[in-house]
């Protein structure tokens, strides 16, 4: 076997091993990414964004981190609460089941609005979709990671 | 004045859209673009002295433009100092590269074209489209800050992708028996290859609006649960334009590729297997119903079942491409060794568009396979992450999406190389030649890129149509 034959394969398999090292270094990457990903706590759910809010409680741009159940409404003992003259004391309740949210109006007087439709009863909602109480608009989001 | 009094209004947005730009290094993706140029010399080194018994860069022009090029996106990333994702860019910088050298192997004289009186090579041409490709990923990954135009008019792309459709339909020429491409004036594209963004585009605003209502279940027949069926329409729509495109445009894998991907958006956006297999149910129906009333598809499958049928007629393209496979065993026969060509041809007609992994898989062997398709892996794992990472539902359904369009094209073209599935016309994404695959596969990428930008800036409030002005103010309690 000639030295330019051995050379040339020695080339060949630089190349080949050159790719798996690239792929190597990247899937490093991506394994640590993932693994700071599953180290976050990942409890929250999603998050409700106060969009817009003329009594200023909440404050407009406010961000909740929320729970499988958050309670809504005027009265203090709320999770969140909507000091609204237009709000009901308890007024709504969002719930999270299985991978979906849910809105439930607790029967208030003026009503929740999910994309400007009041809800009946329960509502499903997605991530993106606005709420509106009283006069506080709210936006559901994904929790942040 | 006036001119500043017209944009008032306008410049907080301006603002928003291109200041303050402040540079932001990116280590990780000059790495492993480093890493890239290393291999892809390499590769190059090895092309050479297997082709001309010297060692040096095989048309090495070439290949320092499109390193060049790759370096030259990299800074104009780092001066947009937005943070945006640092492993698409070098794992598809790969792939193209691995592509260029392929280019370069094949007989040159496989494709000629002329532009403005100089006459461009194989090699060339996918050059120059290399570089418009990695121009449009970049200049997307920069520019695109909002995501607006494609979540507002999902209904206007859509039908776009529907015009287009039609058009190529009723104005395409035939080539090799296939109806898929359209001739404007010197220039000839795909449609199709756009039409797969546009596909993702609609459905994921489609889905991310209605997916509460999809979930719902309140039709049933029998044991199925289905969601309401008002909502079911665009699913069976989808499957009345994929067999289409079969019937039509004679694309198998146009076809299988945008239902493929329809069925893994509903799942992603719903979470219900039936759904899913109920479609695929459909699609088998649908098959087997046009296998029985079409030839060409007949004969699709039966190369698919057993080649060596017609080893030189109509399986003439599998057998070569199997025996390519097996030449390259495991670590492949080297690049420019494999593939002696009969009369000054490659075995293995149309390798450049439709078998480029049979000739690597001959040329680098079953290792080299694996590692493209390993490339390919990761892509899709960014998409993925990306959608995860989302704010909301409409750019988590758009990165996935986006990025299962190019693992499941992947998907389809390598197992019809290796007949684990029936032969189908679709291009390697990145690899193949051809402007229309490259350049809608760097729309993909250039998406994604902007998807995964962190500082963006956040979605749109969703609409609200009549129905919010109905509701009017609220009475005091």
Redesign the interface.
Known sequence: MDG?LL???A??????G??????A???R??LR??RA?AREPADRPGRL?V?ESPGGEPTAGQSFGLDVITSLGRDVNNAIVIDD????ADHAVLTYRG??WFVEDLAS???S?V????VDGV????????LQI??VRM?L??AL? | MTSGAMHGVRTPALHRTFGPIRPRPRWLELRLLGLVALALAAGSVSLGATVTRRFGLYDAEGLLIYLGALFAAHAGQVLAGRRTDQILLPTVAMLGGISLLLMQRLPQDLVTQTFFGTTLDLAQVQLVWLLCALTVATTLGIVVRSDRWLRRYKYTWAAVGVGLLLLTFVFGTEVNGQRLTLQLGPLSGQPTELLKVILVVFLAGYLSENRALLVEQDTRIGPIRLPPLPYLAPMVAMWAIALGIVVIQRDLGAALLFFGVFLALLYVATGRVSLVIIGFVLFLLGSAVMAVLFDHIRTRIDIWIDPFADPLGSGFQVVQALHAFARGGLLGVGLGAGLPEIAGRPPIPEVHTDFPLAALGEELGILGVVAILGLYLVVVERGLRIGAAAADDFRALLAVGLALVIGVQAFIIAAGNLKVLPLTGVTLPFISYGGSSLLANAVVVGLLLALSDKGVEPPPPPRVGSRWRRVGRPRAD
């Open positions: 330019f050379v040339l394969w080339v060949r398999l630089l190349f080949l050159l790719i798996y090292l690239f792929l270094r990247v899937i990457v991506l990414d993932l990903a964004i969009l003259p237009f709000a009901s991978r979906d007087k003026n009503g609005y994309n400007g439709r009041r509502a499903p909602m997605g991530f993106g979709d606005e009283g006069q936006r989001e994904r990671r």
